[in-house]
């Protein structure tokens, strides 16, 4: 298995309180992304990073913010969670992008937010 | 909206049988269509892939057969065992974009 660890692993909070999602890889891979994953929507991108300092948007960005200041650690931080953020978090790596990198998925973070 | 179509939403196989997931998508530009798997409580894990440029691959149990005029791609699972119930996604990715996922098809094979 990949040397992912997410944390926290599970996390209930209220709404409007701030959240910060970690990922942590051991196996030193360039690409690291945060998915989001709900019923009936399948895994949708929320933001992913191609270096330490370089982060890009994906598809569903709006109301949450990452960073990635060391090679190994990718944040993300909900500044006001809200009750449509309740979902599975993913984390994934790849050495490479696309179609010459297996995306190498963490066992998920489950938030519920009140 | 939805890049990548998939369906079934929920599959119930005899242990024995063909399980077949579909998928469509819209975008030409689409290059690279994996398949992953997920076990209750995991994160999903590479199962096999393909590019557009052949119409089938197979590994072991497993074959991904694509159709490129109609944009059309699908996982079929031979010899489904109950080791095989998990919830599958397609996906497919643009060469400097980003993986666009199905929405998963939750199969459970009976013994």
């Known amino acids: 298995d990949a040397g992912i660890t997410q944390s926290p692993r599970h996390k209930v909070t209220e709404t409007g309180t701030p959240v910060t999602l970690r990922c942590h890889q051991t196996e030193n891979h360039r690409y690291m992304y945060w998915y989001r994953q709900d019923p009936g929507h399948g895994l949708r991108l929320i933001h992913y990073s191609y270096g330490v300092k370089d982060t890009d948007k994906g598809e569903v960005s709006d109301g949450y913010s990452v960073s990635r200041s060391k090679t190994e650690d990718f944040l993300l931080t909900l500044e006001s969670a809200t009750s449509s953020q309740t979902s599975v978090y993913f984390c994934?790596?790849?050495?490479?992008?696309?179609?010459?990198?297996?995306?190498?998925f963490g066992e998920g973070s489950r938030l519920t937010v009140l | 909206q939805q890049q990548v179509k998939q369906s079934p939403q929920s599959l119930i196989v005899q242990k024995g049988g063909i399980s077949i997931i579909n998928c469509a998508y819209e975008n030409t530009a689409f290059d690279y269509f994996p398949w992953y798997q997920q076990f209750p409580g995991k994160g999903p894990a590479l199962l096999i892939a393909?590019?557009?440029?052949?119409s089938e691959k197979k590994e072991g149990r497993f074959t991904i057969s694509f159709n490129k005029s109609a944009k059309q791609f699908s996982l079929h699972i031979m010899d489904s065992q109950p080791g095989d119930s998990a919830t599958y996604f397609c996906?497919?990715?643009?060469?400097?974009?980003?993986?666009?996922f199905g929405t998963g098809t939750s199969l459970t094979v009976i013994p």
């Open positions: 996906a497919a990715y643009n060469t400097g974009n980003q993986f666009y």
């Open positions: 994934a790596i790849s050495e490479r992008q696309g179609d010459t990198g297996e995306l190498f």
């Open positions: 393909i590019r557009p440029d052949v």
